[in-house]
């Protein structure tokens, strides 16, 4: 089992920047994939980018692609998100997610993944 703590939400302005942690804790973190999603008041979860357990291969999310950029650092067990170019449309809880059998194919699906954190909270004021 893989115990994942988000970190660095906050309230920003609308063009400004954060920068989330997911830090891990237990299994074997390095043999996972690992992936960020969102959920909106009143909307479902959804995707928003992930990574490989080597950090050879990214997906995002279309409406983040050249905004946000999904890291890893095995040694530390970390896993990072940077927002930049924030919109009053990326408010939402955010959540890091572990996929223990590194499933590619299903990556950006919520059913792909074994673990998940409690979440962080991420508001972007116009």
């Known amino acids: 089992q893989v115990q994942l703590v988000e970190s660095g939400g906050g309230l920003v302005q609308a063009g400004g920047s954060l920068r989330l942690t997911c830090a891990a804790s237990?299994?074997?973190?390095?043999?996972?994939?690992m992936g960020w999603f969102r959920q909106a008041p009143g909307k479902e979860r959804e995707f928003v980018a992930a990574?490989?357990?080597?950090?050879?291969?990214?997906w995002y999310l279309d409406g983040v692609k050249g905004r946000f950029t999904i890291s890893r650092d095995n040694a530390k067990k970390m896993v990072y998100l940077q927002m930049n170019s924030l919109k009053p449309e990326d408010t939402a809880v955010y959540y890091c997610?572990?996929?223990?059998?590194?499933?590619?194919?299903?990556?950006?699906?919520?059913?792909?993944?074994?673990?998940w954190g409690q979440g962080t909270q991420v508001t972007v004021s116009s």
């Open positions: 237990g299994r074997t973190f390095s043999r996972n994939a």
């Open positions: 990574i490989t357990w080597s950090g050879d291969m990214t």
């Open positions: 997610a572990a996929d223990y059998q590194n499933q590619v194919a299903i990556i950006t699906k919520e059913y792909a993944y074994d673990s």
